[in-house]
């Protein structure tokens, strides 16, 4: 049965070694403050090593992204741990950048596997995705435990997918989507992309935004498929598309009610607060220009959604402040708790409504993790409104996911609300034309 626990981390009951000193499970005998000193020597960050009080080979771990290393002892190591981290880096980077990943997933630790197959997912070509998933079901011992049943109904989509086959339902049908922009109808069109993102990116490159349809074809009338992630496009016969329907986005350039109802107002006010040196990058893809327009899909979020002032305010507030402990730009679940973290050591909001700080330090803490671990946290806050608490966190979270449109793995299917849904086209536009930056 799925555990519902975040990560490694979460599921061994980790101690970071930064608290360790103060814990009743420390180990007898060790030099904590020799080694965190020596840590921070060679340039290593302490927050990412940890210690498990039930560990007995190699109780002590090294935690960062994809990289989960275990040592028996650190005293008098880090030297010799900093080459092995440096190294394993070094590999799986390198094993990214060839987008070779079952090397990737042989080098990564495999109780840890689960979780960054599932966060890689949709980066992974789709002819790979099942024969990786069936390599960890088969073979992972932890796959079991940590794949969730709707993630694994997701993964068997892909089976027998090859660069010559897209992926299928039960009955055979493919999702298709089809932008207008030179005037042939869907129903005559043989070109379309089983990636709306695809469709979106030929659609705003016209003035106005051409039109952009969904339909399904069944396998047997595709004639070509194109397998690559920038493309996904599929060669149909003509007229073989069925079930066809015109998408409802939002286009922001003809968009009215941006100005008639004040948004773009109530944008500038939080835009401005937002502080260069929160970030550990200023310029990165976690940092001022991800924070910008996760802000304004809120607070058209909360337009659409017709949200009160109190709820389009918790949301603007968690967008503002959701990523400022990061430290990094790569997966890192924990940040969420860091960054709230940091809003209550640095006093960067004075609270008047506790049950509001709640809900937004919930929000904030539990926002780069599934939602399924987050449903698990909510008994550990004060909160007065669950519900309410729930509305806010996936608005929340459908804000922030539309702008993964930055990295190229935008998953509509994941998106929980019908508003996020009309935002496609928006989230593309603020990336890519820096609208109100």
């Not at 970071?16 to 103060?22: E, K, N, S, V």
């Not at 507030?317 to 959701?322: E, I, M, Q, R, T």
């Not at 006093?347 to 937004?360: C, F, K, P, R, S």
Request: glycine share 6%; proline share 4%.
């Amino acid at each position: 049965m799925y555990q519902n626990k975040v990560n490694f981390i979460e599921r061994n009951s980790l101690i970071p070694l930064t608290a360790l000193a103060a814990s009743p499970l420390k180990p007898a005998g060790a030099d904590l403050e020799s080694c965190l000193k020596q840590i921070n020597e060679v340039g290593l960050n302490a927050g990412d090593f940890y210690y498990d009080p039930a560990g007995k080979g190699s109780p002590f771990y090294y935690y960062r992204g994809a990289l989960l290393l275990g040592f028996d002892c650190l005293e008098d190591k880090i030297g010799s741990c900093q080459l092995l981290i440096n190294r394993m880096e070094q590999e799986i980077t390198e094993s990214l950048t060839r987008r070779d990943f079952a090397r990737f997933f042989d080098l990564i630790d495999e109780r840890i596997a689960p979780d960054i197959f599932m966060e890689a997912f949709n980066f992974i070509p789709d002819h790979d995705k099942f024969r990786l998933f069936e390599q960890l079901w088969r073979f992972n011992p932890h796959a079991h435990d940590i794949f969730p049943e709707e993630f694994a109904q997701k993964a068997y989509q892909y089976r027998g997918v090859t660069s010559a086959r897209p992926p299928a339902d039960a009955d055979g049908f493919v999702r298709i989507f089809y932008s207008q922009e030179r005037g042939l109808s869907p129903e005559q069109a043989a070109g379309w992309t089983i990636d709306v993102n695809r469709a979106i990116l030929k659609a705003i490159a016209w003035e106005p935004v051409a039109a952009i349809f969904q339909g399904r074809v069944h396998l047997d009338h595709v004639i070509a498929y194109d397998h690559h992630r920038a493309v996904k496009e599929v060669q149909v016969q003509a007229g073989s598309a069925e079930l066809i329907t015109r998408l409802d986005f939002i286009d922001l350039r003809q968009y009215e009610d941006l100005k008639t109802a004040g948004l773009i107002g109530r944008y500038h006010n939080y835009a401005q607060q937002i502080d260069r040196g929160w970030f550990h990058n200023p310029e990165g893809i976690h940092a001022i220009g991800h924070t910008r327009r996760v802000l304004l899909l809120g607070i058209l979020l909360a337009y659409l959604e017709q949200y009160d002032l109190a709820d389009a305010n918790l949301l603007s507030l968690a967008a503002v402040y959701h990523d400022i402990g990061r430290e990094n730009d790569g997966y890192d679940p924990g940040h969420g708790t860091a960054s709230y973290n940091r809003v209550m050591k640095e006093q960067l909001l004075t609270w008047i409504d506790y049950e509001d700080q709640e809900i937004l330090r919930f929000i904030v803490e539990n926002h780069a993790i599934p939602d399924r671990s987050a449903y698990q946290k909510l008994d550990r806050y004060h909160l007065g409104d669950a519900e309410r608490t729930l509305r806010l966190y996936h608005a929340f979270k459908d804000a922030d996911g539309l702008d993964r449109v930055r990295l190229g793995d935008l998953n509509p299917d994941y998106l929980r609300t019908a508003s996020a849904q009309r935002l496609l086209v928006a989230a593309h536009q603020l990336y890519l034309e820096h609208t109100f930056d």
